[in-house]
């Protein structure tokens, strides 16, 4: 292979004006609670890590990725940067990765976590010549991780408090210990957070370096509603410059980090444009095969209207496609629904009623049937508006405009749309 590192703009100041990246968003879960950070909220002209507008299957990401590198051939980097944790995600990651080597082989590789899930994949990474990680390492001491971070889920167990911030210090700092033996670029993200950790991250710089760490990004908090850290004021400029200054002493410094979201693409700094939106969009609504033949999307409504029925409410489902010589969207047929009882034999039932369906929109729905749903391929929307401008969104012809929201219906301002993508019921991908 012939991967020029020196080309991956977050690692490398002088070429970060040349050489685009691109973050695929494929992995929607994370594995840790920090309080400063909301996943909720996908609003256009924010910028963070955790904001995305859709979620990718692997192989979606490849279908994108292949029109992204034709829109934007300056393209160098293919990371995975959630919204949530790659290894939070790991099968979802590990095939993003595989399948992005298999197609680009030149092309550099890497990913951003928080490092709990990484050490049993750091081989793996290696083998496939992921260049760069980046660790998002905010704290060394236990008791001040335990301000920082409400919980962790580790191996199938829930820690909370110190016991959550000891379990995650001590994987971040064995992850970028074997990310160094493996040969493996390693970035350390600290976030600055005023009166928690401000006077502790040249702490962090020292242990970090003394563990091979390549360069150290301070960044300022980010202030995010509905959050336990809502109240804290984002650091001074001074305050940022203050801290760079003491760490470098440690670290090179990354001082051109513009918190990117987990959907970036193009120059950092730039945002994302609308050409390259409508591809992540025409995407998503994809099946997460695309090799898989779900040409309708099922919806539960009471009139035709609205969707507006809950899924076990629901006595029919509207199945609706694309028109073969119009192309646009066409009510195709009506499905009767399974009787009502029958626990879970019901919803493998719906499911084969429904099983040439990419995507299920209903005004409510329960746990159980969701994972039916989800096992048989068939994504379960879970919101509220019309059916007109619901359906044109999953086939990707638009985003979700005024009148149409994922429940809980959030948005960053009033002018934004409105999609969650926080632990997502599903999306029409």
């Given at each position: 292979?012939?991967?020029?590192?020196?080309?991956?703009?977050?690692?490398?100041?002088?070429?970060?004006?040349?050489?685009?990246?691109?973050?695929?968003?494929?992995?929607?879960?994370?594995?840790?609670?920090?309080?400063?950070?909301?996943?909720?909220?996908?609003?256009?002209?924010?910028?963070?890590?955790?904001?995305?507008?859709?979620?990718?299957?692997?192989?979606?990401?490849?279908?994108?990725?292949?029109?992204?590198?034709?829109?934007?051939?300056?393209?160098?980097?293919?990371?995975?940067?959630?919204?949530?944790?790659?290894?939070?995600?790991?099968?979802?990651?590990?095939?993003?990765?595989?399948?992005?080597?298999?197609?680009?082989?030149?092309?550099?590789?890497?990913?951003?976590?928080?490092?709990?899930?990484?050490?049993?994949?750091?081989?793996?990474?290696?083998?496939?010549?992921?260049?760069?990680?980046?660790?998002?390492?905010?704290?060394?001491?236990?008791?001040?991780?335990?301000?920082?971070?409400?919980?962790?889920?580790?191996?199938?167990?829930?820690y909370r408090g110190i016991d959550a911030a000891r379990v995650l210090i001590t994987n971040q700092l064995e992850s970028l210990k074997k990310?160094?033996?493996?040969?493996?670029?390693?970035?350390?993200?600290?976030?600055?957070?005023?009166?928690?950790?401000?006077?502790?991250?040249?702490?962090?710089?020292?242990?970090?370096?003394?563990?091979?760490?390549?360069?150290?990004?301070?960044?300022?908090?980010?202030?995010?509603?509905?959050?336990?850290?809502?109240?804290?004021?984002?650091?001074?400029?001074?305050?940022?410059?203050?801290?760079?200054?003491?760490?470098?002493?440690?670290?090179?410094?990354?001082?051109?980090?513009?918190?990117?979201?987990?959907?970036?693409?193009?120059?950092?700094?730039?945002?994302?444009?609308?050409?390259?939106?409508?591809?992540?969009?025409?995407?998503?609504?994809?099946?997460?095969?695309?090799?898989?033949?779900?040409?309708?999307?099922?919806?539960?409504?009471?009139?035709?209207?609205?969707?507006?029925?809950?899924?076990?409410?629901?006595?029919?489902?509207?199945?609706?496609?694309?028109?073969?010589?119009?192309?646009?969207?066409?009510?195709?047929e009506s499905r009767r629904a399974p009787a009502a009882g029958g626990g879970k034999g019901r919803w493998e039932m719906l499911a084969a009623?429904?099983?040439?369906?990419?995507?299920?929109?209903?005004?409510?729905?329960?746990?159980?049937?969701?994972?039916?749903?989800?096992?048989?391929?068939?994504?379960?929307?879970?919101?509220?508006?019309?059916?007109?401008?619901?359906?044109?969104?999953?086939?990707?012809?638009?985003?979700?405009?005024?009148?149409?929201?994922?429940?809980?219906?959030?948005a960053c301002e009033p002018s934004c749309s409105k999609f969650s993508v926080q632990e997502p019921k599903g999306s029409c991908g």
């Amino acid at each position: 292979m012939s991967m020029k590192i020196e080309n991956h703009p977050c690692f490398n100041d002088a070429s970060r004006h040349e050489f685009g990246r691109i973050h695929l968003p494929i992995a929607p879960k994370c594995n840790i609670q920090c309080n400063y950070c909301n996943r909720k909220f996908d609003c256009m002209n924010e910028n963070r890590p955790g904001v995305t507008s859709k979620i990718l299957s692997p192989k979606q990401a490849m279908h994108y990725l292949n029109q992204a590198m034709t829109l934007s051939p300056n393209i160098a980097v293919v990371g995975i940067a959630g919204p949530g944790d790659p290894f939070a995600n790991p099968e979802e990651s590990m095939e993003t990765l595989r399948l992005v080597r298999a197609k680009y082989p030149e092309m550099l590789l890497c990913v951003a976590t928080n490092g709990l899930g990484l050490p049993p994949y750091i081989d793996e990474l290696a083998a496939l010549q992921v260049s760069h990680v980046t660790l998002t390492i905010n704290a060394i001491d236990p008791e001040i991780g335990a301000e920082i971070y409400s919980w962790a889920r580790y191996n199938k167990k829930m820690y909370r408090g110190i016991d959550a911030a000891r379990v995650l210090i001590t994987n971040q700092l064995e992850s970028l210990k074997k990310l160094k033996e493996a040969g493996v670029t390693a970035k350390v993200n600290s976030i600055i957070i005023p009166g928690i950790n401000d006077s502790h991250v040249i702490d962090v710089a020292r242990k970090v370096a003394e563990l091979g760490a390549d360069i150290l990004n301070c960044m300022p908090y980010y202030s995010t509603t509905e959050t336990f850290f809502e109240h804290i004021p984002e650091p001074s400029p001074a305050k940022v410059a203050e801290i760079q200054k003491a760490t470098e002493v440690y670290l090179p410094q990354m001082m051109h980090c513009s918190r990117c979201r987990a959907d970036a693409v193009g120059i950092i700094g730039e945002i994302n444009s609308p050409e390259l939106m409508q591809k992540l969009a025409e995407s998503a609504a994809l099946p997460k095969n695309p090799e898989e033949k779900r040409p309708y999307i099922a919806i539960a409504s009471l009139e035709g209207v609205m969707i507006n029925q809950h899924l076990g409410e629901a006595e029919r489902f509207l199945i609706y496609g694309i028109g073969s010589n119009s192309g646009e969207y066409v009510l195709v047929e009506s499905r009767r629904a399974p009787a009502a009882g029958g626990g879970k034999g019901r919803w493998e039932m719906l499911a084969a009623t429904l099983i040439d369906c990419r995507a299920l929109l209903v005004n409510g729905a329960g746990g159980s049937p969701i994972k039916v749903m989800n096992a048989h391929g068939i994504d379960v929307m879970v919101l509220d508006g019309s059916i007109e401008k619901a359906v044109y969104e999953c086939f990707g012809k638009e985003e979700l405009r005024d009148g149409i929201t994922i429940n809980p219906s959030n948005a960053c301002e009033p002018s934004c749309s409105k999609f969650s993508v926080q632990e997502p019921k599903g999306s029409c991908g």
